[in-house]
Every structure is written in structure tokens, then in C-alpha cells.
């Protein structure tokens, strides 16, 4: 019986391993975010925490969840020496327990290149032997 090359070779296993397909790296974060969004006739306010970011979207930890699909006015703390993004008219996409994630508007070139700094500096790689990220990075 013939032998392949992956089976021959330990670390083809790695190389083969199934991409991440996310369209952008996500970054373990855990800073503070704050979220406004309408209930009724009123806007709420709530503080939250960040837990991952990355340029298209985040979920935040929160003790007061938005409803699926609201659009939140989300002001995040990167800890980056500037004062908070805010950024507005991001869509609550899905919700779990007491997390959600939202998807940004379109972000400005200044808002990009800030968010991807950001991101660079928390990105890890991952533990798994069977795991490797696709890593998009438009600069």
C-alpha cells in the first residue's frame, strides 16, 4: 500500500488544517464599550465590556441586551491613547446568553487603519494544532 505525503509527514496535518473563514481576524479584547440603542420611545445607555473586535464587527458582554437586529450607537474604549470610537448604526447580529455581536457600519479609512492597530496589537494565534486563521488585512 502506498504511503501519502500527509500521512508520511506530521506537520502536513497542520498545513492542510481548515482555514478560519471569518472576512477579519478577530482579537481577544477585554476594555470597556458602551452601548446606546432606542427602547420605546427612549434611548438607554449601557455599559458593557468588550470581548472581541475585529474591523467588520464585536460582541460585547453586556447586563442589558439590545434585540436582535437594532441598530446601537457603540462607543469603545480601545486603551490606544485617543478618546473612545464611536461609531454609529452598528446591527445587533446575534445574541447568546449575556453577549452579543454587532456588525460595524462602513468604517473610515482613519477608523480602519485604528481598529486594525488595535487588533495587531491583541491578535493571538491559535492553541489548536487543527486551526489556523485567515488573516485579511487591507491597509
Not at 20 to 27: H, L, M, N, P, T
Request: net charge positive; proline share 5%; with cysteine.
Amino acid at each position: 500500500m502506498k504511503s501519502s505525503v500527509l500521512s508520511s509527514n506530521p506537520n502536513a496535518r497542520n498545513a492542510h488544517a481548515p482555514l478560519d473563514r471569518r472576512d477579519a481576524e478577530r482579537a481577544p479584547i477585554h476594555y470597556r464599550a458602551t452601548y446606546t440603542g432606542g427602547e420605546g420611545a427612549r434611548l438607554v445607555t449601557t455599559v458593557g465590556s468588550l470581548r472581541d473586535l475585529s474591523k467588520t464587527g464585536c460582541k460585547i458582554l453586556g447586563t442589558r441586551l439590545p434585540a436582535m437586529g437594532s441598530i446601537l450607537t457603540i462607543t469603545l474604549d480601545l486603551e490606544d491613547g485617543q478618546s473612545p470610537l464611536m461609531l454609529t448604526n452598528a446591527t445587533v447580529s446575534w445574541i447568546t446568553g449575556s453577549i452579543f455581536a454587532v456588525k460595524f457600519p462602513k468604517l473610515s479609512d482613519d477608523e480602519r487603519k485604528r481598529v486594525q492597530a488595535v487588533i495587531l496589537k491583541h491578535v493571538t494565534f491559535s492553541p489548536s494544532m487543527d486551526h489556523r486563521t485567515a488573516f485579511h488585512i487591507a491597509l
